[in-house]
């Protein structure tokens, strides 16, 4: 388990970058500024991250944003794409309308 | 809930052959692709493939999705379109949503080819229309008939970026640069020199500063990066293009083998399932080929597929053990023979200084896109001989052979080393039929007659745009590296069924410009000289 206190100590503190107006979500219209100063916050996983500021959670799923938001977090915190914990994956994987989703009936035959 | 003996999700490459290869063996399987048409990206490909016979090489890849699609189709693959899989649970409970209802299905397997989505990078102004990925160019370009744009800048000098690139210049845009950040031209130098001989500048180490425009792309500016990507003071480039073109790689579909709670891991290649060589994840029943499983090109994801079908075949009871390794060790060898060579999956990112053969790799090729002048007389396919001879530029070790079995003279040999470069036979005779030419998936072999008549040789080389010259017409020669370096006149352009679209165009050039000369341009409008 990351000690966030500690982590928040060793990353430093958020400094604003020039590309900081970014769009990186095109979905959901989130910036890299934003995601940058979320991590400062103690958001240090993808799902935590969604969830926060909505990235990936748009039409795309984050199916084009999803490695760039991770290789963002990973330079934040002075690590490897690959150590960033990825969002969890769930159904429905594709949009889909609410009235067809909630017609769902399971196995109904 | 209705059960299939296989469900496959996606029907591209991997997922039909799968699909087929277990039909073979008498499962019913169905496959679900969320698209219109099936074939995934097959029926984008208009080039043509590399490998061997048995790999189709030398086959266009939408012919060879055609193939697939009446093969499936004999052996009664259910292909079920516009068919999104919403959901795969552990239970290999499949959740589909077809037209306006969402259907649960079960399958004692579940193979998931979903293959990949398109990198992108940013920069400001990479959200402006016109910034595009390569596989949408070549969906509008190759499905669509639409063109892309008129100027475009490629970013990516991988076979997705060259290739894109080259089909671009064949549908009548202009690519005006191909970039990379990468020191090094990251696809196959075939695919590079096609490119370069039609005289697109290649920028390695360079990579995008923004992109200009307020409502779409109306220029773009490039600059050089350093070892650690920073960029270079003083060293920014500008272009007015409409387009921006962006290859940088592909990331697997993995996220429904997550939700089904495969193990996963995440590779700098993009998150992908643990699986064993049939493509078998950590939960039992549940596969994975193609792309989704580990990028890499369509011949291997056909191969990974039959692998997988055979296998699940065994799983289900469907052919004995015995029955199965015999399959496997046939189709094992296969992707074997593709995975070899310089581009192979263990070399990726590696300099290989060296060919097998010990002769020095092309610098300048993997610098600028061609080989140079002062390189190029090295390789074994490049000789000198009277008479019409071919010369065969071919430079790095790669799965490819049908110039091989091209020549009915057997002038051209490449032994039983799929990836040795080719050798012109000592002694064969070249009766200049240009099949090589128009064989090889590279466009790498031209038949050269050094002296002609006194004075003028002539080189035959292959021509893929359209209009075709004709006899008679007058034009420039260009050379490898695109610029003018002659005047020249066409001898003639052959088409034959046999050449499959690969035009044969033989110019008339002065004797000393017949090893120079590999490209042809009407009038003397492109010139750069």
Same mark, same amino acid.
């Given at each position: 388990m990351v000690d966030i206190q500690e982590k928040l100590k060793e990353i430093g503190p958020f400094v604003p970058g020039a590309?900081?107006?970014?769009?990186?979500?095109r979905c959901e219209e989130v910036t890299k500024g934003e995601i940058r100063k979320a991590v400062h916050e103690g958001i240090f996983t993808v799902e935590e991250m969604r969830r926060y500021l909505?990235?990936?959670?748009?039409?795309?799923q984050g199916q084009t944003c999803g490695r760039l938001v991770k290789g963002i977090m990973a330079r934040e915190l002075k690590?490897?794409?690959?150590?960033i914990e990825p969002a969890t994956a769930r159904a429905p994987m594709r949009p889909i309308e609410m009235r067809i989703l909630a017609e769902d009936g399971g196995d109904r035959e | 809930m209705k059960r299939y003996d296989l469900i496959v999700i996606g029907g591209g490459p991997a997922g039909l052959s799968a699909a087929t290869e277990a039909a073979k063996h008498g499962l019913h399987p169905v496959v679900f692709d969320e698209? !219109?048409?099936? =074939?995934g990206q097959l029926f984008k490909q208009i080039h043509k493939f590399f490998g061997s016979k048995e790999h189709k090489a030398k086959i266009r890849g939408f012919q060879i999705g055609e193939e697939l699609l009446e093969e499936a189709e004999k052996y009664g693959v259910e292909v079920c379109l516009n #068919? !999104? $899989?919403i959901g795969l649970y552990p239970e290999k409970e499949v959740t589909v949503r077809i037209g306006e209802e969402v259907k649960h299905v079960k399958g004692d397997a579940v193979l998931v080819a979903t293959g990949a989505s398109e990198n992108m990078v940013t920069f400001?102004?990479?959200? %402006?229309? =016109?910034?595009?990925g390569a596989g949408a160019a070549q969906t509008m370009m190759? %499905?669509?008939? $639409?063109? #892309?744009?008129?100027k475009i800048l490629m970013l990516g000098s991988g076979n997705v970026g060259l290739v894109v690139s080259f089909q671009l210049m064949q549908a =009548?845009?202009? $690519? $005006?640069a191909l970039v990379d950040a #990468?020191?090094?031209?990251?696809?196959y130098g075939v695919h590079a020199a096609k490119v370069a001989r039609l005289g697109v500048p290649f920028y390695l180490s360079h990579t995008i500063v923004e992109a200009e425009g307020?409502?779409?792309?109306t220029g773009v500016t490039i600059a050089q990066v350093d070892e650690k990507f920073q960029f270079i003071e003083g060293t920014k480039k500008h272009f007015d293009v409409d387009t921006i073109c962006m290859a940088v790689g592909l990331s697997p579909m993995s996220q429904l083998l997550m939700q089904a709670g495969c193990k996963m891991e995440d590779t700098p290649g993009g998150c992908v399932p643990v699986c064993d060589a049939s493509g078998a994840?950590?939960?039992?029943?549940i596969y994975a080929a193609g792309d989704v499983s580990g990028i890499e090109e369509a011949s291997s994801a056909m191969i990974e597929g039959r692998i997988s079908g055979a296998v699940i075949a065994e799983y289900l009871g469907y052919i004995t053990e015995e029955g199965k390794k015999a399959r496997e060790r046939e189709l094992e060898e296969a992707l074997e023979a593709l995975r070899?060579?310089?581009? !192979?999956p263990e070399n990726r990112g590696k300099l290989l200084e060296?060919?097998?053969?010990?002769i020095d790799i092309s610098m300048n090729l993997l610098e600028k896109g061609y080989v140079a002048e002062d390189e190029i007389?090295?390789?074994?396919g490049v000789t000198h001989m009277a008479g019409v001879h071919p010369v065969m530029e071919c430079t790095q070790n790669i799965p490819c052979n049908p110039c091989q079995d091209a020549c009915a003279k057997g002038c051209i040999s490449i032994g039983k080393n799929i990836t040795s470069l080719p050798v012109v036979v000592p002694g064969a005779e070249c009766i200049g039929c240009g099949m090589c030419v128009a064989s090889c998936s590279g466009q790498a072999i031209f038949l050269v007659?050094?002296?002609?008549?006194p004075g003028y040789g002539t080189v035959t080389l292959p021509y893929e745009f359209l209009p075709l010259p004709e006899a008679g017409e007058k034009g420039i020669a260009l050379g490898r590296d695109g610029t003018k370096v002659c005047d020249c006149e066409v001898v003639s352009c052959k088409s034959a069924k046999a050449f499959d679209h690969t035009n044969l165009l033989t110019i008339k050039v002065p004797a000393d410009m017949t090893m120079k000369a590999r490209f042809y341009k009407k009038g003397a409008k492109f010139c750069q000289a």
């Open positions: 590309e900081d107006d970014l769009l990186i979500c909505r990235n990936g959670m748009g039409l795309c690590v490897r794409p690959a150590e | 698209n !219109a048409r099936p =074939g #068919a !999104a $899989v400001p102004g990479w959200t %402006l229309p =016109g910034v595009i190759n %499905l669509h008939h $639409v063109k #892309a744009g008129e =009548g845009c202009e $690519v $005006v #990468a020191k090094r031209v990251g696809g307020s409502d779409c792309v994840t950590s939960v039992p029943g070899k060579g310089m581009f !192979a060296k060919t097998e053969e010990g007389e090295r390789y074994p007659d050094e002296e002609s008549e």
